[in-house]
Nanobody, 124 residues
Framework: QVQLVESGGGLVQAGGSLRLSCAAS????????MGWFRQAPGKEREFVEA????????YYEDSVKGRFTISRDNAKNTVYLRMNSLHPEDTAAYSC?????????????????WGQGTQVTVSS
């Protein structure tokens, strides 16, 4: 079992930055691949970025390429999402997710564990 708690969301102006954190419980965090997803009001949840258990592989959605960076610190049981150059369309509830075995990192249905989410609002 893994419990995930996100933090770091808030209100920011367009062009600004935020860093989201996802703290995981359990001693086996390092064996889980981690992903970030987001859901805007009235829209389906969408993939943002994911990172393999070792941190050696990273996957991202094209709209965040060059702006968002996922990283993890296995010693701290935490995964991060650094978001730069934020756009109003990045406004959403951001959730982290975990799973031991993924064949498709961008597929939300492959993840077994989810956090409650943290709200990011980007004003224009």
């Amino acid at each position: 079992q893994v419990q995930l708690v996100e933090s770091g969301g808030g209100l920011v102006q367009a062009g600004g930055s935020l860093r989201l954190s996802c703290a995981a419980s359990g001693r086996t965090f390092s064996s889980y691949a981690m992903g970030w997803f987001r859901q805007a009001p009235g829209k389906e949840r969408e993939f943002v970025e994911a990172i393999s258990w070792s941190g050696g592989s990273v996957y991202y959605e094209d709209s965040v390429k060059g702006r968002f960076t996922i990283s993890r610190d296995n010693a701290k049981n935490t995964v991060y999402l650094r978001m730069n150059s934020l756009h109003p369309e990045d406004t959403a509830a951001y959730s982290c997710a975990a799973d031991r075995e993924l064949s498709e990192y961008s597929d939300e249905y492959e993840y077994d564990y989810w956090g409650q989410g943290t709200q990011v609002t980007v004003s224009s």
